[in-house]
């Protein structure tokens, strides 16, 4: 299995990125689920971390998780010209980096919006999203 991105699924940002990655990964690497998924809860949990303060995108990748910036920069170096080239940015120090994506994640549901629902995959999509029903364990 590829790489997974654990997004917060009631944020209209974060399900707007989901749709720019779903558009820009022409080899279809990348796979989804909610933060507020049990896929992500029971990983969560695996690992030690408290998704009720959760307030950041995340990606397990190769078995290392990313977080913010660091996250959003992996991603970007996966995905089809140009946006690898953003890459460059891990140059800038992290925290000025992770200044910059606290700010907007403090902000993302008053500047964007929130959905009252997580995202529900269309048919298209379905098989790029980790459910609970599929058994899916990264332990």
Same mark, same amino acid.
């Given at each position: 299995?590829?790489?997974?991105?654990?997004?917060?699924?009631?944020?209209?940002?974060?399900?707007?990125?989901?749709?720019?990655?779903? /558009?820009?990964?022409? %080899?279809?690497?990348? /796979?989804?689920?909610? !933060?507020?998924?049990?896929?992500?809860?029971?990983?969560?949990?695996? %690992?030690? !971390?408290?998704?009720?303060?959760?307030?950041?995108?995340?990606?397990?990748?190769?078995?290392?998780?990313? =977080?913010?910036?660091? +996250?959003?920069?992996?991603? !970007? /170096?996966?995905? +089809?010209?140009?946006?690898?080239?953003? =890459?460059?940015?891990?140059?800038?120090?992290?925290?000025?980096?992770?200044?910059? =994506?606290?700010?907007?994640?403090?902000?993302? =549901?008053?500047?964007?919006?929130?959905?009252?629902?997580?995202?529900?995959?269309?048919? %298209?999509?379905? +098989?790029?999203?980790?459910?609970?029903?599929?058994?899916?364990?990264?332990?």
């Amino acid at each position: 299995m590829g790489p997974i991105i654990f997004f917060d699924g009631v944020c209209n940002l974060c399900n707007r990125s989901v749709d720019f990655i779903l /558009r820009h990964d022409g %080899k279809e690497n990348f /796979r989804f689920a909610s !933060l507020q998924s049990e896929v992500a809860k029971d990983l969560m949990k695996n %690992k030690g !971390l408290d998704l009720q303060n959760m307030r950041t995108i995340i990606l397990i990748k190769n078995g290392k998780i990313f =977080y913010r910036s660091n +996250a959003i920069l992996e991603i !970007l /170096r996966q995905l +089809a010209a140009p946006w690898p080239l953003f =890459y460059v940015l891990k140059l800038v120090p992290r925290f000025v980096r992770d200044g910059l =994506y606290n700010l907007v994640s403090k902000h993302r =549901y008053s500047w964007f919006g929130r959905r009252d629902t997580c995202r529900i995959p269309s048919t %298209k999509e379905r +098989a790029r999203f980790l459910e609970e029903e599929s058994g899916f364990s990264l332990v």
